[in-house]
């Protein structure tokens, strides 16, 4: 069984029924025991890190996902928690990321909204998939490139558009928006 995790953030639904096409179970929780206990798990979002966090850490939710051995993927917000920290709300994160959070500078449309393209792509999770395809983003915040990006994404500047660490993953775009190419690496997580 798959596992996302609810949080209290928005777009969660979008990704169980993008799993539903692909012919597979998932269940939407925030029990501690069917998360680690899932085959895989997803934790997707939107919303805003501060006060996501804030219920993470009520919920002990943190300390759950830090624990998690299972392949997991973040999405969007997922991906920004599962870094050091976050500018947005001043945020300390999750720490399986060993980078920070930032705000885009305000020389472009800001959120980020639409879609764009990625580079420097390196990894299992894009299998199938070539440099410089399309994917969809809504975001403000952008994690910088370090030593665990495996994509990067070009919107005013450079960031990490899908990060790697061991057993984590996460891509700052939306799979499960963005049409064929997305769900061919929805595929591929799923697969791992």
């Known amino acids: 069984m798959i596992a996302i995790i609810k949080y209290n953030a928005g777009n969660i639904r979008s990704v169980q029924n993008a799993l539903n096409r692909l012919g597979y179970e998932s269940i939407i929780t925030d029990d501690k025991t069917?998360?680690?206990?899932?085959?895989?798990?997803?934790?997707?979002?939107?919303?805003?890190a501060s006060?996501?966090?804030?219920?993470?850490?009520?919920k002990g939710l943190d300390e759950v996902i830090r624990a998690i051995e299972k392949p997991m993927l973040g999405i969007c917000l997922g991906l920004q928690l599962m870094c050091d920290y976050s500018e947005e709300g001043n945020t300390q994160c999750l720490g399986i990321f060993n980078t920070q959070v930032k705000k885009f500078p305000p020389n472009k449309k800001v959120p980020h909204m639409g879609w764009n393209s990625f580079s420097d792509v390196n990894g299992k999770l894009f299998h199938d998939i070539k440099t410089n395809e399309d994917m969809y983003y809504v975001h403000s915040y952008y994690a910088e490139k370090n030593e665990q990006t495996i994509a990067t994404c070009n919107?005013?500047?450079?960031?990490?558009?899908?990060?790697?660490?061991?057993?984590?993953?996460?891509?700052?775009?939306?799979?499960?928006?963005?049409?064929?190419?997305?769900t061919q690496l929805l595929k591929n997580f799923l697969e791992l």
């Not at 069917?34 to 805003?48: C, D, M, R, T, W």
């Open 155 to 182: 919107y005013i500047l450079p960031f990490a558009t899908a990060i790697q660490h061991n057993n984590f993953y996460a891509t700052q775009f939306h799979p499960e928006k963005s049409a064929d190419v997305g």
């Open 51 to 58: 006060s996501a966090m804030k219920y993470l850490k009520d």
């Open 34 to 48: 069917e998360i680690l206990n899932a085959s895989k798990v997803i934790f997707p979002g939107v919303g805003e």
